[in-house]
């Protein structure tokens, strides 16, 4: 019987080995798979990217959606909270914010900025507009002054418009002197006449006067008084550029349609009739063809680059 002990010994070794084996085997198996989880609701590994963005997203919809609604300023809100939600996460995640993973994150702070430069800039190209379709060449003035960003051309302008100004208060203070003179010589036997309202000087002052009522977007009292000016001198281009600015401001904008055709007859030699039926077409939601023409047309003529304009064109 010690044969068959001995055999049923080594059967029982060699089971034993190979349960071993097969143990050892078994956890290297288990060790090789562990780390990788394809599972993306584990637990066992960081939240996917899109997760990590959900909030951001919803704050970019609701820029959208205010941009579209021509809330602009509500829209820049968003995406500046969209801007801080993206901060965040990345700050939370350092060691990926560098990696390809991160670059949908990444593309989002780019749009978003992208959008509220897009917003700020079509704010300007409103709020001008809402003076008027007027001389593009000084509302880009009027942007570079508000930002400190004036040229040696635009400051060189500036003193040589205060030496004008000056020049023509000189004037006509010695030309009401002379008048006063005059009425005095004359006013024993009632031949003087008093200065008429519609001389120079008096045409100048009610144009102020019209730009003022522009700017306070009181279109109406703009409208009767330009009506008169342009009455007094029919071929006055800035007249008929504020003419049209206040019959757009009053709705009429088939009517500053045509202030502006016959603005560009009148002055087939300036750009600025162009561009403002360029921006008016536009307004009206005609083909942006049709508006591109009277654009380039200002171009051809010597106009300078309206980079909002252009913008709307495409």
Request: charged share 35%.
């Amino acid at each position: 019987m010690a044969f068959p002990l001995r055999r049923l010994h080594a059967l029982l070794r060699t089971l034993l080995l190979s349960f071993l084996v097969l143990g050892a085997a078994a956890s290297c198996s288990a060790a090789w798979y562990w780390p990788f989880d394809f599972n993306p609701d584990s637990t066992n590994k960081p939240p996917r990217l899109h997760r990590l963005l959900e909030k951001a997203n919803d704050y970019i919809e609701l820029a959208e959606d205010e941009a579209l609604s021509g809330e602009g300023d509500k829209a820049i809100e968003n995406y500046r909270l969209a801007l801080s939600e993206l901060d965040r996460v990345e700050a939370e995640n350092p060691e990926r914010a560098d990696s390809p993973e991160f670059a949908p994150l990444r593309n989002k702070r780019a749009t978003c900025t992208a959008a509220i430069d897009a917003i700020r800039f079509e704010q300007i190209t409103l709020n001008a507009r809402a003076v008027a379709l007027t001389n593009t060449k000084e509302l880009e003035k009027k942007w570079r002054r508000k930002h400190n960003l004036l040229t040696p051309e635009d400051i060189a302008e500036d003193k040589a418009e205060e030496a004008r100004k000056k020049a023509e208060k000189d004037a006509k203070a010695e030309k009401d002197g002379e008048g006063d003179a005059q009425v005095a010589r004359e006013g024993k036997d009632g031949t003087a006449t008093p200065r008429r309202a519609e001389d120079g000087a008096s045409f100048e002052s009610r144009r102020t006067e019209a730009l003022n009522a522009l700017r306070r977007q009181d279109y109406a009292a703009a409208d009767a008084l330009l009506k008169e000016l342009a009455a007094e001198r029919p071929d006055d281009l800035q007249t008929a550029l504020m003419s049209a600015a206040a019959e757009a401001g009053r709705g009429r904008d088939h009517a500053a349609r045509r202030t502006l055709e016959a603005a560009m007859k009148a002055h087939p030699e300036s750009y600025l009739p162009c561009y403002n039926l360029a921006s008016i077409t536009l307004k009206l939601g005609e083909p942006v063809a049709e508006a591109r023409r009277f654009y380039e047309k200002g171009r051809a003529l010597g106009g300078p680059r309206n980079e909002a304009l252009e913008e709307n064109l495409k």
